[in-house]
Each structure stands twice: as structure tokens, then as C-alpha cells.
């Protein structure tokens, strides 16, 4: 600022804390609410709080450097106001007062004798239900989904990678899709969902192979606070119960005041692979999800579902889950997938199996850090469906399980640097093994804003073993954000009888992700890994239009 | 019939994408999260200034001021990171009940379980805010029985999981029969099938590739 312009400045401001100090004057206290341009500004004072063109007001910014400045423009409830200093830093919300001399008087009160004029009573609003912590002011009648104007959401998406490998294009694919949601067409308050996409994949000896996929196309109506009653039909992921899987069918449930919510499900069973063939698998599910309150901190669900494979009696599934979510605590949840087999399921003796469980618990600390633990248990379900396209061996299928538990602790400290640890122990039906990864992320350390980490990793495999590092560098650039990895691993094959078990793998990634605005993002990656005189290499590519 | 014509219908697909992308107008921030009529009132005003011209101009509600701008965090106290920053407000503000409720949630709040219900439900270790790819799932596999070393570490993911494409990453057998029985029964030089070699590969070969191979 200018010298002159500073002397002028300050002989401002000693005169309005002169005229502060004047007994003549009061000081009206006021906050910036909006910036204009020209180093104008908009206060919360106006003509109701006796402001008049003309009026000195002192600002009060952050940095203790008081500002001058005269009221130029006056409104009901606020008042332009021109500082003298426009090159003064003055956020929204910047507190200050207003000069108003004492003697100034609102105007006099209407004359008991002059007659009022009656007003009309006041409107009676409509008591809605969900009151209590609702999104929508209360005291208005919110606009019902079927009287909102269409709209319409999605993205458009190609992703693909090149990739070579032992003198291979065989793992190189191409996917193109959009996904798209309509909310009220036709003006019935539903939505409109649509998920599709295009695959071209490299496949063995040198085949490609193509597949269109429909992963969503279903109509859903319901399921608000002003229609607790929800359906969907076509083919969509079960809405209450995602355990059961994607559905060529219709989905009806119910949700009460309580949060409590039942529902059932009818159709085929799209297989989840990559041809998603369906109507082989015909299904009906129920379900009851039980909630402790609104906020749905503590829930239960309750869900059977009963298959049959081409008209052929298949799966009894029992799925139960559980979700405590206090305000401050332990985030705890859990699932379990239960199979009941009869005498038709020669390879389950059992007269019931637990298919896969999961549990998770995990206790964050506001900016200090966190810690989750993780159980998982998998076996594979004795089903007529073809569920899992890939060769499973009878005696396979009869013993294979994993048990996993994992822990997950990071510490953060104060300059921002994290340190975390993953520790995963599992058992199968052979061996047992784990890993142990441990590191630290250190702000700030090749720039501003970057991100630098340290990884030390060992693992024990099912047949082989790695003991390594890694070095991660993560920021923002002008192109976007930028990720670079390299990684070293010592590996040990277990069980391979010729002097090619160990080996040296180097591992080179680089990832670039961009923001073109306008709804454009993309990501750009190379891939390198080096292993035994072997070169494997990749480049990605990820485009994406949302709207 | 799509193997047939897969390169048209890809080209054909490619194309109305790209047109359909680049025809569709994105309203600018603003518009984005503006007051608009038809929504009706989305967030709660209560604590905002008295004076709706600070934010609203002309005879409508839909109609901001030039300059406007919604700071989230500092109105709500909660950010809107990645994606969510150029989200309408609608997406979460909506009829499906009070916001709050959704938020503490966390991601399963607003996002469907497309792993349904399989993978748990910690989604941070995996996504982020910024896209739903996972640029990086190969440092993650090192935490599983079957660490990716070799070949195997650019394989595509649907390669061994077969429903990858659809976020079904359900168990895969870690014999190498599971993935590469097809490998087995094409190779001719020698004739796997013929020799009866159709599992046990680990006694000839390394799991970093078929080459070189050690005939016992």
C-alpha cells in the first residue's frame, strides 16, 4: 500500500477512534456478510438498525489491523459499505462496529388513535411427519418427488489397459459404459437407473473375446419419508439385502416411522461373472432389518433366500447382519452367510455351513489416528448354480476355507506425518502364513503439499514368500495429481526343486490422475515390473464425463 | 452375432459415447448448487443472514448472485472432498430422510455395497473420494494367500476373479489348475493333455512363467 495512502488510512482510523471515544456516538456491532468488488463490502446493519449513508464503520479483521470505511448504500437490512483501504484482506464474517450518533431516534411509533390494519391470519402449516432432524425446513411443505422437474445424473466411461507380458497382449481389455439415473421421468416421482457397458478383453492364445453387459436397468419408486412403501423392477442390486445379489426380478419392502424395514424379492439370478447369463437361477427372498432408532446406530437384518436351478431345488441361504455405530466409540459390524444343505448336497455332510462371515471393528480418534480389526471366513457353497467359473476339484469344494483376521493401526501426528501398520494372519485347509506391512507417510518431505512414504512389507504365502519395500510419492501438480510407486521384493518359491526359486522383482507404477473440469476426469497410469530378465508392462488409460 | 460385428459395436459404442459425453452440458458450480424452486428447500436456513439477497437475486429462488459461493465445511462443519465437491445438492439432501443419519454412515450411507456385502466395511482402504478405481489394488493383494509376483502382478483382475467386472470378488482357488487348465489342455509342445499333465504344475514350472520349465 502506499505510503499516502497509508498516512490517510491511519488518520482515518484515528479519527473514528476519536469519534468513538466521543460520548456523542454508540457502536453499533456488525459482520461482514458478502464481499463486492472495489474493496466494497456488504454488512448485516441497516435501515432497521438506524444506519444513514454517510456512516463511519470500523472493521476488524484477524491480522489486528483495524480498517476504515463509510456507508455508501442502505437497505432494510444491510448496508454497502467502501473501506479505505481496498487492498485490505476482509473475509466473510470479519466483525467490526458502526459509528451511530446517539441522538438518532427511530421514527415515531404509529398513533394509538390511527386505526391497524388487520392483518390475515396466520397460515396454519401442515404438521409433516419426520419432524425430528428432518433436511427440509419444517415449518414448509416440501416438494413431493413427484412434482420436482426431471433430472438426470450419470457418467460416461472407457478404461482400458495395454499390457505386455511374456511376449503376451493376452491380458490387454477395453471397457466402455454409462451409467446413467433419471430421476421422475414421466413425472410419477420414481427413478429411472441404467448401467451398461461394452468389454472387449484379450482372452488365451491370442482370442479376444467381446461381452455386453447390462448391469442395471430398473425403475424404483418409493422408499421416501412421503412413501414408505418401496419397489423396483428389472434388473438391478438388491436394494435392502445386497447379499442375495443382482436380481432380474422385483424388489418390495416397507419402511416404518421406526426405521424398521421388511421387504421381499422375486426373480432370477443373473450368474456373476462375465457373460451374466440369467433365468437358470429363479429366487425368492424376505427380509427384516430391525433399527434402534431414526439415526440407525444399532441395526440387525434378518434375510432368507431360496433358489432353485432350472426348476430344481438349489440353496437355502440364511444371511444375518449387524451394525452398532455409536457417536463415539467402536464402529462394529458383522455378517454371516449360512448354507443349509439336505441330502441332496453329497459333498457337505453338514446339515448346514457357514459360507462366508465377516467382522469388522474400527475406533477412530479425531486427528490422532485409528485402528481397525477385520475378521473374514470364506468356504465355498455346495450349488447347482454355477457360481464360480473356474475349476474346483470336488474335494476342493468339500474342505477349502480361509480364516483371515487383520489389524489395521495408523498414528498420525501433529505435522501430519502418518504412521501405519498392517498385520494379516490366515488359515486355510493346507498351511497358514500372513503378512506384516509397516510405514510411514511424511508430508512435505520433495514438496509442498506431497506426500512421501516408507514401506517395509513380509509376507508368507500359500507358495511363496516376499520380504521387501516400497517407496510411494503422492501430490498435486499442475496436470493433476500425480502418483509414483517403486517397489523390491525378495522372493522365495516354496516347493519348486531347481535353482530359479528365488528372485529379485522390481516394481515401477505411475499413476496421474485429472480433473479437465466441465465434468471431465481422468487417469492416466504405467506399470512396470521386472523379475529374472522378465519384463511385464502396462499403460491404463480412464476416461470418464460425469453429469 | 456380437462376436461377429464386437469391433462395429465397439466403434459404434465408443462414438455415441464420446458424442453423448461431449453434448451433455454440466451447469456451471453455481447452478450446481443452487437454490432451485423445484427442489423446494433442500438445506436448512435457519442459521444463514437474515437477507436473501445476500444470496438470491431477481423474482426467483433459483436465480444466485454472480459471486456466490457455498463453503460446506465452513456452513456445516462437514467438507466435501473429491467428487462430492461438484455433486448436487440433491444427491444427498433428499427424501430419503434426515442427511445426518446417512453421513455417519459413511460411504454405505448413500453408496450401494456393490461387493454385496462381501468385502466388509472399511471402503477407504481400497477407494477414494476422487473416483471409485482402485489404481492400486496390487499392493493390497500382498495381504491375501496368493502374492503377485511374476506375470501375475499385470494380470487383469477378472483374469483369476471371474465377476471383477461386476465388484464380485469372490474367493478363487489358489491351484494353479483354477486359472490355467486351459493353458494345459492348448498346449501341444509337449501335449500336456495327452501326457496327462493337467495339474501339478509346480513340478515343471515356476509360478513367474511358463518359461523355462523343468521336465521331471
Redesign the interface.
Known amino acids: 500500500m502506499p505510503y499516502g495512502l497509508r498516512l490517510l488510512a491511519a488518520s482515518c482510523l484515528w479519527a473514528a477512534v476519536a469519534v468513538a471515544q466521543n460520548p456523542d456516538f454508540e457502536q453499533l456491532p456488525l459482520r461482514i456478510?458478502?464481499?463486492r468488488p472495489n474493496g466494497a463490502c456488504?454488512v448485516?446493519r441497516?435501515r432497521r438498525d438506524l444506519v444513514q449513508i454517510g456512516d463511519r464503520v470500523v472493521l476488524e479483521p484477524r491480522n489486528g489491523q483495524a480498517v476504515q470505511g463509510s456507508v455508501v448504500e442502505v437497505?432494510?437490512?444491510?448496508s454497502r459499505v467502501e473501506v479505505v483501504d481496498r487492498a485490505a484482506v476482509l473475509p466473510i464474517g470479519t466483525k467490526g462496529y458502526l459509528l451511530r450518533p446517539k441522538g438518532r431516534r427511530a421514527p415515531p411509533a404509529r398513533s394509538p388513535a390511527e386505526p391497524r390494519a388487520k392483518l390475515p391470519p396466520a397460515p396454519v402449516q401442515k404438521q409433516e411427519e419426520?419432524q425430528?432432524?428432518?433436511?427440509?425446513?419444517g415449518t414448509?411443505?416440501?416438494?413431493r418427488?413427484d412434482?420436482?422437474?426431471v433430472?438426470t445424473?450419470g457418467r460416461?466411461y472407457?478404461?482400458g489397459?495395454l499390457?505386455r507380458?511374456?511376449d503376451s497382449w493376452s491380458?490387454s481389455?477395453?471397457?466402455?459404459?454409462?451409467e446413467v439415473e433419471v430421476?421422475n421421468p414421466g413425472g410419477h416421482g420414481g427413478t429411472l437407473q441404467f448401467h451398461g457397458e461394452?468389454?472387449?478383453?484379450t482372452e488365451?492364445?491370442g482370442q479376444?473375446?467381446?461381452?455386453?453387459?447390462l448391469?442395471d436397468f430398473s425403475y424404483a419408486k418409493g422408499?421416501?419419508?412421503?412413501q414408505p412403501v418401496r419397489w423396483q423392477v428389472g434388473r438391478f442390486?438388491q436394494?435392502d439385502m445386497?447379499?442375495?445379489?443382482?436380481l432380474d426380478g422385483v424388489e418390495v419392502g416397507f419402511r416404518g416411522e421406526n426405521g424398521h424395514r421388511v421387504g421381499a424379492s422375486l426373480g432370477y439370478l443373473p450368474l456373476?461373472?462375465?457373460d451374466?447369463e440369467s433365468f437358470a437361477d429363479l429366487q425368492v427372498a424376505a427380509w427384516y432389518l430391525w433399527n434402534g432408532d431414526?439415526?440407525?446406530?444399532v441395526s440387525f437384518g434378518l434375510g432368507y433366500q431360496k433358489t432353485w436351478h432350472r426348476l430344481e431345488v438349489d440353496r437355502d441361504l440364511v444371511?444375518a447382519?449387524a451394525r452398532y455405530?455409536p457417536?463415539e466409540g467402536w464402529?462394529l459390524?458383522a455378517?454371516i452367510w449360512v448354507d443349509f444343505y439336505s441330502g441332496r448336497d453329497g459333498l457337505k455332510d453338514d446339515s448346514y455351513g457357514i459360507t462366508?462371515a465377516?467382522v469388522?471393528a474400527?475406533r477412530r480418534w479425531q486427528g490422532q489416528g485409528g485402528i481397525?480389526l477385520?475378521y473374514?471366513h470364506?468356504e465355498?457353497p455346495e450349488l447347482l448354480r454355477n457360481?464360480?467359473?473356474?475349476?474346483?476339484?470336488p474335494l476342493?469344494l468339500a474342505d477349502?476355507h480361509?480364516d483371515r483376521v487383520?489389524l489395521?493401526a495408523f498414528s498420525l501426528q501433529d505435522e501430519g506425518t502418518r504412521w501405519f501398520l498392517?498385520l494379516?494372519g490366515?488359515v486355510?485347509e493346507e498351511r497358514e502364513?500372513g503378512?506384516a506391512?509397516f510405514g510411514v507417510e511424511v508430508p512435505g518431505l520433495l514438496h509442498e503439499g506431497g506426500r512421501t512414504g516408507f514401506v517395509l512389507?513380509d509376507?508368507q504365502?500359500?507358495?511363496?514368500?516376499?520380504i521387501g519395500g516400497?517407496i510411494e510419492h503422492g501430490g498435486t501438480f499442475g496436470v493433476g495429481?500425480i502418483?509414483a510407486?517403486y517397489?523390491i521384493?525378495f522372493?522365495h518359491?516354496e516347493?519348486?526343486?531347481?535353482d530359479?526359486?528365488d528372485?529379485l522383482?522390481h516394481?515401477l507404477?505411475f499413476?496421474v490422475?485429472s480433473?479437465f473440469g466441465?465434468?471431465?476426469?481422468a487417469?492416466f497410469?504405467l506399470?512396470g515390473?521386472l523379475?529374472?530378465k522378465?519384463l511385464?508392462?502396462?499403460v491404463g488409460i480412464?476416461l470418464?464425463?460425469?453429469? | 452375432m456380437i462376436k461377429r460385428y464386437r469391433f462395429q459395436i465397439l466403434a459404434a459404442l465408443c462414438m455415441a459415447s464420446a458424442i453423448a459425453a461431449c453434448s451433455v452440458v454440466v451447469p456451471r458450480q453455481g447452478e450446481m448448487h443452487r437454490w432451485w424452486a423445484g427442489f423446494g428447500l433442500v438445506v436448512s436456513h435457519e442459521k444463514f443472514p437474515a437477507d436473501c439477497k445476500l444470496c438470491h437475486v431477481g423474482a426467483s429462488w433459483n436465480e444466485l448472485v454472480d459471486d456466490f459461493v457455498f463453503d460446506h465445511a465452513v456452513r456445516t462443519g462437514v467438507p466435501l472432498l473429491g467428487a462430492h465437491a461438484t455433486a448436487a445438492c440433491l444427491r444427498c439432501h433428499n427424501d430419503r430422510g434426515p442427511v445426518a443419519t446417512f453421513h455417519a454412515q459413511g460411504c454405505a450411507g448413500c453408496h450401494p455395497d456393490v461387493h454385496y456385502g462381501t468385502l466388509g466395511r472399511s471402503c477407504s482402504n481400497c477407494h477414494d473420494e476422487t473416483s471409485w478405481r482402485v489404481p492400486n489394488a496390487r499392493v493390497a493383494h500382498l495381504h491375501t494367500r496368493f502374492a503377485l509376483t511374476g506375470s501375475h502382478m499385470m494380470v487383469a483382475c477378472h483374469r483369476c476373479h471371474a465377476g471383477a467386472d461386476l465388484a464380485n470378488f469372490r474367493p478363487t482357488d489358489p491351484d494353479c489348475v483354477s486359472c490355467h487348465q486351459d493353458d494345459a489342455v492348448a498346449t501341444t509342445n509337449p501335449p500336456h493333455l495327452g501326457l496327462g499333465w493337467t495339474d501339478n504344475c509346480d513340478r515343471c514350472h515356476m509360478p513367474t512363467g511358463w518359461r523355462p520349465a523343468t521336465v521331471r
Open positions: 456478510s458478502s464481499l456488504v448485516d441497516g437497505e432494510e437490512r444491510q419426520w425430528s432432524g428432518m433436511p427440509l425446513l414448509t411443505r416440501p416438494v418427488p412434482e420436482r422437474p433430472l445424473y460416461f472407457t478404461g489397459n499390457v507380458t511374456l491380458h481389455f477395453l471397457r466402455t459404459g454409462a430421476d461394452f468389454d472387449w478383453n488365451f492364445s479376444t473375446g467381446t461381452d455386453l453387459r448391469l422408499g421416501t419419508r412421503f442390486l436394494h445386497p447379499e442375495f445379489g443382482l456373476l461373472d462375465e451374466m431414526i439415526a440407525e446406530r444371511v447382519k455405530l457417536l464402529d459390524s455378517a462366508r465377516n469388522f474400527a481397525e477385520a473374514d470364506e465355498y457360481e464360480l467359473a473356474q475349476t474346483i476339484l476342493t477349502a480361509q487383520s489395521h498392517r494379516t490366515w486355510d502364513g503378512a506391512e512389507f509376507m504365502g500359500l507358495t511363496n514368500s516376499v516400497r495429481r502418483d510407486l517397489e521384493g522372493v518359491h516347493g519348486f526343486p531347481n530359479r526359486d528372485l522383482q516394481r507404477g499413476v490422475t480433473d466441465g465434468g471431465w476426469d487417469m497410469s506399470d515390473t523379475w529374472d522378465e511385464s508392462y502396462g480412464y470418464q464425463k460425469h453429469f
